[in-house]
Nanobody, 115 residues
């Protein structure tokens, strides 16, 4: 069955860094577009970054220059390196795989940016 398992969230001070990981199984990972979304309390879920291939990535304006999405097809894993974190980055971060008409979601990992 399809599984997406996020890890790497936690509490970090403003200006700090975190790296999120999402391990995927149950579908052809290398053919899927992989994305990170986030949802803050009281807000809608928003797209943070997408990677199709190593040379094809997209970012929300709010994270450009601070976050980097990458993938390792040999490990069926997608990463989100988050630098210069701000309190506004506090949210539950979700991994999503898109393969054709199908979308698969992970359970989310909490990121809290606070002093």
């Amino acid at each position: 069955q399809v599984q997406l398992v996020e890890s790497g969230g936690g509490l970090v001070q403003p200006g700090g860094s975190l790296r999120l990981s999402c391990a995927a199984s149950g579908f052809t990972f290398s053919s899927a577009a992989m994305s990170w979304y986030r949802q803050a309390p009281g807000k809608e879920r928003e797209l943070v970054a997408t990677i199709i291939s190593a040379s094809t990535t997209n970012y929300a304006d709010s994270v450009k220059g601070r976050f980097t999405i990458s993938r390792d097809n040999a490990k069926n894993t997608v990463y989100l390196q988050m630098n210069s974190l701000k309190p506004d980055d506090t949210a539950v971060y979700y991994c999503k795989g898109t393969l054709g008409p199908f979308g698969f979601w992970g359970q989310g990992t909490q990121v809290t940016v606070s002093s």
